[in-house]
């Protein structure tokens, strides 16, 4: 049927519309309010809430006009529910919700994991379960078994920070710029993953990760260093912490490729979009002879194609959301 769906993704700090037919993109556009939240090192939840308001509006029509597509065409209307910031994620869901209300169309809250999970079909329409997922993002580190649409088993997760969180954290101790993780991806190209051997922690555990003492080695590290005259360049340190964050999101991804037996593995969330983690996962695949998915970075990050996407599947199901549902900012993805 593919459903013609507009989407809306709201739950941090980009404002995000898009319209897709079915996992086709028609239109994919963003405001991003990472200047407005950069002189904080991080994001504030009013700011957030408040931009979000202010530019809602000029991208829904801005997405719509750019897909070609008027109201009157549309077949649903999705939006994330959860998880995220309360005030951020209840524009776009409220916003969303009034659309569908006015238009009389279904409307589907989608869980932000589920839509990173859906985002390679976008680019990979024949993307099916069973599947092993990787989801490494600011707020969330996961692993999840996928043995068919709508069914996540979450094998292993991070019993502290996330992946992205790591990466931001350290990127602002270093005196990086925020979001951190794409500033170290850039130095580090020009490092020594080897440089030094920071921890690869949890070795003992299939598939969960933990990145809280990953922080405190690298910032003993550095202290330690600074003080004795002896700090190898910063490309070198940007390296090789990016190189133990990948080395264990690598490991535990394959080990769960093992143990579930899947011939596809994908992957989603903005760490996916880091460089030298595609290289490995797709180097490990390869070795392996299992077909890797990754979507362009550009759908690894927060975007609302991916929402688009995962609320045409439950739209197709006919699993809408009752007019009464709210935002979940703690929501979690499957059993
Ligand atoms: N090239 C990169 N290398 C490493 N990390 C990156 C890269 N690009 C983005 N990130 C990290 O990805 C995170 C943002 O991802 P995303 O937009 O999916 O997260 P989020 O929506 O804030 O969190 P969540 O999806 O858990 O709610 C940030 O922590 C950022 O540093
Ligand atoms: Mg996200």
Redesign the pocket.
């Known amino acids: 049927m593919n459903p013609l769906i507009l989407a809306y993704e709201t739950?941090?700090?980009?404002t995000a519309v898009a319209v897709v037919r079915g996992s086709e993109i028609m239109s994919n556009v963003l405001a991003s309010q990472v200047e407005l939240h950069a002189r904080f090192g991080g994001?504030v939840p009013e700011i957030a809430a408040r931009a979000h308001v202010e530019s809602i509006r000029s991208l829904t029509h801005r997405a719509l006009t750019e897909a070609g597509v008027h109201p009157d065409q549309l077949d649903g209307v999705a939006a994330t529910q959860g998880?995220?910031l309360v005030g951020a994620l209840l524009v776009g869901f409220s916003f969303a919700k009034a659309i569908a209300w006015a238009r009389e169309l279904p409307f589907v809250g989608v869980d932000?994991?589920e839509g990173?999970l859906m985002a390679p079909r976008l680019q990979h329409a024949d993307f099916e379960p069973p599947a092993v997922v990787v989801?490494?993002?600011?707020?969330?580190s996961q692993i999840v078994h996928v043995p068919r649409w709508g069914d996540y088993q979450v094998l292993g997760q991070t019993i502290d920070d996330?992946?992205?969180?790591a990466?931001?954290k350290l990127?602002r101790f270093m005196g990086l710029g925020y979001?951190?993780?794409?500033e170290?991806?850039?130095l580090a190209a020009s490092g020594d993953p080897e440089a030094v051997k920071f921890p690869r922690a949890l070795a003992d555990r299939r598939y969960d990760f933990s990145f809280s003492g990953l922080k405190t080695s690298v910032v003993t590290f550095i202290e330690k260093a600074r003080q004795s005259g002896t700090l190898p360049p910063i490309e070198d340190v940007a390296a090789s912490l990016?190189e133990a964050?990948v080395d264990v999101l690598v490991a535990k991804t394959f080990n769960a490729v093992e143990d579930t037996g899947a011939t596809t593995v994908a992957g989603?969330?903005?760490?996916l979009?880091?460089?030298r983690?595609r290289e490995k996962m797709a180097a490990e695949a390869n070795r392996r002879g299992v077909r890797l998915l990754l979507p362009d970075?550009i759908l690894?990050?927060?975007n609302a194609a991916m929402i688009g996407v995962a609320g045409a599947f439950h739209l197709e199901r006919g699993d809408y959301s009752a007019w009464s549902e709210s935002v979940d900012p703690a929501m979690k993805l499957g059993r």
């Open positions: 739950s941090c700090d980009e994001v998880p995220g932000h994991m990173h989801l490494a993002s600011g707020g969330h996330a992946a992205g969180e990466f931001d990127a979001p951190g993780g794409p170290i991806d850039r990016q964050i989603g969330g903005g760490v979009a880091n460089r983690l970075p690894c990050t927060d």
